[in-house]
């Protein structure tokens, strides 16, 4: 298959590229680069294009002629949209819009799109089914909603098909250590415990100590970013069988405390540090663990890196050897 990437350079959708290579599908990644990283892409796959220059866009879909477009290329970081809304509504929401308007001017139908966990915001149960309402807590949710509403309703009275991932909380990297998470700045769990454990950072804060789970500190379901890259492939493939547009959870199912990943963190590196408690993050929910059930029976999804130690271990190997 020929696939268009936008994003391409980023954390998840470089896992995502290099999957697709290896499988012998050709790649196209599109990536301004703002938050991409050169050296995680062959130089003659890479086109450098902004999400917002339709045209360019428009340029690379004709020429290079896609089955299906993979939608990386967004804003992630779930505290700055709390305090830059509209950014994150310009560039998740409208630049979305338009790059799918692109894809239908150029004849282009299939298209899997990035979404997340916090589309359901405080959710009502754990493990969170797709059934569960979409009732996001901040910008980066909302922006998110806003482009699934507007995929389902456009899928609804066209030609249109899309898969939209909820990813639950990607981690890890490739096994060969050539990629993996290069966030500036760095917000996510895994890898600031892992640098406090290089003496890159002085310590780890854990935010918030008095959630209503056992240890009092918040669970999510970390999934191994290879796993996640393979339910992209395999999208791809039900849309291209004639698959029915919809969106699907993508997690293990099963979650780790805060204190748990760092425990974990600590016998896999055998390194020790400090650890501070600290108050809740605005915003963050107890607990987030997927129900993925439908993404392993429609799509066939089969996980097979579900160890919190090895995806700690890829990661930590990534940290060591770090290339960007
Ligand atoms: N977290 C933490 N200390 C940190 C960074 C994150 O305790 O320095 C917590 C965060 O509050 C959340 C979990 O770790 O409960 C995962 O956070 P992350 O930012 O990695 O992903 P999120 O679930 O917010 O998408």
Redesign the pocket.
């Known amino acids: 298959m020929r696939f268009v990437l936008t994003g391409g350079a980023g954390y998840i959708g470089s896992h995502v590229y290099r999957l697709l290579k290896e499988r012998g599908h050709e790649v196209v990644v599109y990536d301004n680069l703002s938050h991409g990283h050169r050296e995680a892409v062959e130089p003659s796959d890479l086109r450098v294009g902004d999400l917002h220059d339709t045209e360019k866009f428009r340029e690379v879909l004709l020429s290079f002629r896609p089955d299906v477009v993979m939608h990386f290329a967004a804003f992630?970081e779930?505290g700055i949209s709390t305090e830059r809304p509209l950014e994150f509504f310009e560039n998740n929401t409208v630049g979305t819009i338009r790059l799918v308007q692109a894809m239908m001017h150029t004849g282009v139908h299939h298209f899997i799109f990035s979404s997340?966990?916090?589309v359901y915001g405080h959710p009502e149960r754990v493990p969170i089914s797709e059934d569960a309402r979409l009732t996001p807590v901040n910008p980066y949710g909302s922006s998110k909603v806003m482009v699934e509403e507007f995929l389902r309703s456009l899928s609804e009275w066209s030609s249109f098909r899309y898969v939209a991932i909820r990813y639950?909380?990607a981690?890890g990297a490739a096994e060969d250590g050539s990629i993996g998470e290069a966030h500036d700045p760095e917000?996510?769990?895994?890898?600031?415990?892992l640098k406090a454990a290089k003496g890159e950072r002085p310590h780890?804060?854990?935010?918030?100590t008095d959630?209503p789970t056992p240890d009092g500190?918040?669970?999510?379901d970390?999934i191994h970013v290879t796993d996640l890259a393979e339910a992209h492939l395999l999208a791809a493939e039900y849309l291209m069988d004639g698959g029915e547009s919809q969106a699907l959870n993508c997690g293990y199912s099963r979650g780790y405390?805060?204190r748990e990943?760092i425990d974990t963190a600590k016998k896999v590196t055998g390194r020790e540090f400090p650890v501070i408690e600290?108050d809740?993050?605005a915003g963050?929910?107890?607990a987030?663990v997927a129900d993925s059930s439908r993404m392993r029976t429609i799509l066939g999804w089969k996980p097979t890196r579900d160890d919190l130690a090895y995806i700690i271990k890829t990661a930590w190997n990534w940290e060591l050897n770090r290339r960007y």
């Open positions: 992630i779930v997340t966990a916090a639950f909380n981690a917000t996510h769990l895994i890898p600031l415990i780890i804060t854990i935010f918030g959630f500190t918040a669970i999510r970390y405390s805060v990943v600290g809740r993050r963050d929910p107890p987030l």
